[in-house]
């Protein structure tokens, strides 16, 4: 291996370590509780899911009538999910359109 090699390789080695988080795809399994699959083989229930209150339900009373303002995240909506390097929980980032 040639110096130029080597200088590549240690580069290479210090851009992987500045890692600072993994953004990957997941797909809601079951709402209710919820469980995300995250890359085809890891599925992470509500003790590892951050969630934002924008990807959850919102109702409203208006004159006696409830009125949806949001909905929750349901069973097949595909998701982003953000795991910070070294940490256990993910936060689901957004939904994906269908």
Known sequence: M??????????EG??????????????VMSAEPLVVRADQRLNLDDDFL????????????VGGS????RKGLEDGDRVVLIRQQ?????YVAGRLAP
């Open 86 to 90: 070294g940490a256990l929980n993910f």
């Open 2 to 11: 040639g110096l130029n090699d080597s200088v590549k390789a240690i580069a």
């Open 50 to 61: 951050i969630v934002p209150e924008h990807l959850t339900e919102q109702k409203i009373m």
């Open 14 to 27: 210090c851009v992987n370590a500045m890692k600072l988080a993994d953004v990957m795809p997941g797909v």
């Open 66 to 69: 409830e009125i949806l303002l």
